[in-house]
């Protein structure tokens, strides 16, 4: 399920110096002709704050060792990445991504199989939280790394509960019942706050079809029609967009703010409450410091569902074509050591992916982030499936769900299409 939206914050782009650009896009290397350090390109697509702190941590990098030295660039264009990789030489080394895309590249033949790489460079794979781990994998080889994960929980604005009188839910009887308090309508049908916002609807419908007891990939394959997840989607219809209406909705939801400006709904009290991830902890003491928040477990629909939540996934991977891989490889194991993982994470306000690290107490001055950091240590942890088809599904399930917020048909009718038209995806 494709999180662009979600993961990476929408900063401006900050390109490296000229003179670096044209080395990495030549892939020029004086290893082995000099005996010198082996050149290495690490194209990424953070950009702005984040790329700022990409570059420190190869600084760190290049400054611990002599035998690599990693030149970075930011560049957010998904095509670039694609066009690069499906050439027959390379313009870079390392580069990075998401989860669910990983069978669909690894299928297309574009991405090297790490598994020999991380042997030799010492790299535990057991300890990555399994969910992220299962996202990297296609016939039984690892082609990429979870250098961070992403889970999602119930975010709250403390007043507007207080104000109301609405105890933080726990069960999804609760939350129906809170949303309905805390939505305000005028007269007219408008919409002045919305008890469960939602920043990205695919997002938070997949999330919710898990905790009702759904599975997206049922057996490997694409099941939108799982008794769970209808139920999830007809629990949304009924106590979001049957309440308010869903032209009423729609007119709402086209005159909110920017997502994680000083604008956004939530942060300026049009959500009540929102399902999102663990960026929003680092995120809102540098743009709504006056807001007054928390946060809780995603409330559960029966009591062998609790803690449940869906994980997804920022990766590294190492491109076929790549002219280093070794070099990379190396660079790849410092960026998911104790280290590297515990830099990177940090700086961009992200869950570190390896189970050793959930207890660290790096982020303790991050204000309650051990609430997103605690849900990975549960069982219930589950991830949409990397297989080549996942990217034919997301875009069916986004338009599905879509057509259910608009009111324009059914869960059981919208999910039906989804199944049906299935049959057509890529399975290589």
């Known amino acids: 399920m494709t999180q662009v939206t979600r993961m990476r914050r929408p900063l401006v782009a900050a390109l490296a110096g000229s003179a670096a650009i044209a080395l990495a896009l030549t892939g020029c290397t004086n290893s082995g002709s000099t005996g010198g350090p082996e050149e290495v390109t690490f194209s990424y697509l953070w950009s702005g704050a984040e790329a700022d702190a990409i570059e420190q941590i190869i600084a760190d990098y290049n400054a611990s060792q002599s035998d690599v030295v990693v030149t970075g660039i930011s560049s957010p264009d998904f095509q670039k990445q ?27 033949g574009i ?44 975010l709250y604005n403390k007043t507007l509960l207080e104000e109301a009188g609405v105890a933080v839910p726990t069960t999804m009887n609760e939350l129906a019942a809170a949303i309905a308090t805390l939505t305000k309508q005028d007269a007219d049908g408008t919409i002045t706050q919305l008890g469960l916002g939602d920043p990205s609807p695919s997002t938070t419908l997949t999330t919710l079809g898990y905790n ?14 799982e008794p769970g997840n209808i139920a999830a989607l007809q629990w949304y219809v009924d106590n979001i967009v049957d309440l308010v209406g869903p032209e009423n ?24 409450m929102v399902i999102d991830g663990e960026w929003r902890a680092a995120n809102i003491p540098a743009t709504a410091p006056d807001l007054d928040w928390g946060v809780t477990a995603i409330p559960y629909a029966s009591t062998d569902l609790e803690d449940v939540t869906q994980l997804t996934a920022s990766t590294l991977f190492i491109p076929a074509n790549a002219r280093h891989k070794e070099a990379a490889a190396k660079f790849l194991a410092y960026l998911v050591s104790d280290e590297g993982m515990t830099a990177f994470t940090k700086a961009l306000g992200n869950l570190p992916s390896r189970t050793s690290l959930l207890d660290t107490d790096a982020f303790a001055d991050i204000d309650q982030f051990d609430v997103w950091m605690d849900a990975l240590k549960s069982p219930n942890v589950f991830a949409l499936s990397s297989a080549p088809y996942s990217a034919e599904y997301s875009a069916d399930l986004g338009t599905a769900f879509g057509d259910v917020i608009l009111g324009s048909t059914t869960p059981q009718e919208a999910m039906q299409t989804v199944l049906d038209n299935s049959s057509n995806y890529a399975t290589e």
């Open 82 to 108: 694609l066009t690069s990789m499906s050439s027959s030489n390379g313009s870079f080394d390392i580069s990075d991504h998401f989860g669910n895309g990983v069978g669909s590249w690894a299928a297309k």
């Open 111 to 154: 991405l090297a199989p790490l598994d020999d790489y991380l042997a030799a460079d010492g790299v535990d794979t057991s300890d990555f939280i399994p969910a992220a781990l299962d996202q990297m994998t296609y016939d039984g080889k690892i082609y990429s790394l979870p250098i961070a994960v992403h889970s999602f929980q119930l």
């Open 212 to 225: 009702f007891g759904g599975d997206w990939d049922a057996g490997g394959e694409p099941s939108p029609t």
């Open 249 to 272: 909705l729609a007119t709402f939801n086209s005159g909110n703010g920017e997502y994680m400006s000083a604008q956004d709904p939530f942060y300026v009290g049009r959500f009540a």
